[in-house]
């Protein structure tokens, strides 16, 4: 039995491989930069194991692939979580870059890219992530990102940069003021989901000559900070896995045309290829 988890700072997908049977369930992200155990505990006890098909055996194997994953007092931050509700369990703890790079490249070499609230990117040697620009967070770096969207779009509008017409749409839609923007980003929990999910209003608002050239932009940051500073970077294709990348995808691609580089997928989740991974290890 193989529970296999990819969660990134906004959604967690759950997906059970026992025998021929295949369950998949939805929790909110864990990022353990932002969660501790007991909150992490409770979450999955709401929204994972009230899923009778949840309940694991003993013999029971879990990888979990994780946003903010990577220093080992983070990864026992949810291991700890996981060892609670499943004591008897075997369990690995991996950053989310290595999913995605499993997922979308399996034991080929290449260049693996996480784009949804945050982003990451990495060169994949087919084994083991054998280079990493590092992604910051979503305060200093996190280029390409929703959440870097997002904040592009936030402070272009706090700072009254933004078409007039355009202004006065996103006002009528989240009837933000400026103390509640500020608050939500300064005060409040998991303000990098809260900027990343103006992100939504910008792709509904691509047909505006504004957003496109704010999206390119973003993207043109991803690419000139992380891709480009790859040795390999024309050489070796690139995929790219989440969200943004999924909806942004011909944007995305118009921006790596320019700048020489290559694209292979784009996913919008890595669970499939993570669990064709595991399974055909376990064949192996």
Known sequence: ????????????????IDGNNKHQVSTQGLNPY???SETI???LKTELLVHPQMNLSAEAE???????????????IVRTALTELFPNASIAIETDLLGAARALCGNE??????????????YYDGT????????????????????????????AYLNQEVPQHLAERFYERFKLSTADILDAVYKKPLPNRFLASFSKFVYQNLKEQYMMDLVVGCFEQFFDKHICKYEKHK???????GSVG?????ILRGVALKKGVAIDKIVETPIAGLTLFHTNSVDE
């Open 1 to 16: 039995m193989l529970l296999i988890a990819d969660s990134g700072s906004t959604k967690t997908d759950w997906r059970l």
């Open 34 to 36: 932002f969660l501790n």
């Open 41 to 43: 505990v409770n979450i």
């Open 62 to 76: 879990i990888h979990f692939y994780g946003a903010g994953c990577a220093a080992e007092s983070k990864k026992d």
């Open 109 to 122: 070499p290449g260049i693996a890219a996480i784009l949804g609230t945050g982003s990451n990117t990495c």
């Open 128 to 155: 083991k992530i054998a280079e990493n620009r590092a992604s910051l967070g979503y305060i200093l770096g996190d280029e390409g990102s929703g959440a870097h969207i997002g904040k592009t779009f936030i402070q």
């Open 235 to 241: 050489e070796i294709k690139l995929s790219c896995v």
């Open 246 to 250: 999924f909806y942004y995808s011909n």
